[in-house]
């Protein structure tokens, strides 16, 4: 029966090593700036736009979605953890008025690409790091994030703009919650195998940020 359930284990893990070497090799595939936007650059002219805009943005650019889910890994292995995504989510909101009130934060998409290396050792050395800390580098990084949202929806009009503000905080505050979830669940299961899972979710996201952040300096 051991001899069963070790092989069961074996089986598991590479499983989500296998899984794992295939989002880092799918990661780097694309670059950082990839399909930021869901209309082809063009602003959204209307409610429905900017919702589907807002909804999109997060998911299809790469670095941004890697960068969700290692903030929701993250709140999972920290006490009171759930104050990091909400965190994320409130700073993202600041960094798109920033860029909404034309001011600029310089080398965005190289610090974008360097929170998800980052966040990824993070959520793998998660033990070093207290919640004050965790919070401000995740509200750090999710100024940037936000920044690069806006440039979205330079030009458009109010209610485009209101509707996408709406659309990425719901999906990023969905993808984060659902990792931090998915995470803990694992984690009271089986304490010991929810944590080797997380780690090796924690390498796949530095493998992302590394291809993310090489893309941009070579």
Known sequence: MQTVM????ISMRAGIARGGLAAIATLMLATPALAHHPFGGEA???????LLSGVGHPIIGLDHFAFVIAVGLLAAVLRRGITVPISFLLAALAGT??????????ASELVISASVLLFGILAVTHRRLN?????????LAGIFHGYAY????IGAEPMPIV?????????QGAIAYAAY??????LNQNPAAG???????????????????????V
């Open 6 to 9: 070790m092989l069961k284990n």
């Open 44 to 50: 959204p002219k209307n409610v429905f736009q900017g």
């Open 97 to 106: 008025g920033l860029h909404l009130a034309g001011l600029n934060l310089p």
């Open 131 to 139: 919640i004050l800390a965790a919070i401000a580098l995740t509200a």
């Open 150 to 153: 806006g440039e979205a929806i």
């Open 163 to 171: 509707a996408y503000l709406v659309g990425f905080t719901v999906i």
């Open 181 to 186: 979830g998915l995470s803990l669940r694992a």
């Open 195 to 217: 944590m080797t899972s997380l780690r090796q979710a924690g390498f796949v996201i530095c493998g992302a940020g590394a291809a993310f952040l090489g893309s941009l300096l």
